[in-house]
């Protein structure tokens, strides 16, 4: 088992919802701002969102503001990302880690999220 593990991806129809997990070690986990990122190929891993450890502030990137839920269950380890509205271009594998780069473990294998038109 690694130390980050997503699941929840899979094929969706555009407009439709689909919400992402992330199993993290507790040595990544713990009380640190976690964060969801993307990914596509031929393109650099892009921030999605990002929690604080508390779960209090969240932050989202401009393309899916309104659309996704960044939250966090502190006693399970476990991160999730509720998507709505899912477009085209939302396609990627999703990744979960640390925010902060020295509190960051090795990446996971991601999940695929594809969206159709």
Known sequence: QGQLVESGGGLVQAGGSLRLSCVAAPSIFKLNT??????????????????????????????????????RDNAKNTLYLQMNY??????????????????????GRGTQVTVSS
């Open 86 to 107: 899912l477009t085209p271009e939302d396609t990627a594998v999703y990744y979960c880690n640390a925010f902060e780069y020295i509190a960051q473990g090795p990446w």
């Open 34 to 71: 976690m964060a969801w990122y993307r990914q596509t190929p031929g393109k650099e891993r892009e921030l999605v969102a990002t929690i604080s450890g508390g779960g209090i502030s969240t932050n989202y990137v401009d393309s899916v503001k309104g659309r996704f839920t960044i939250s």
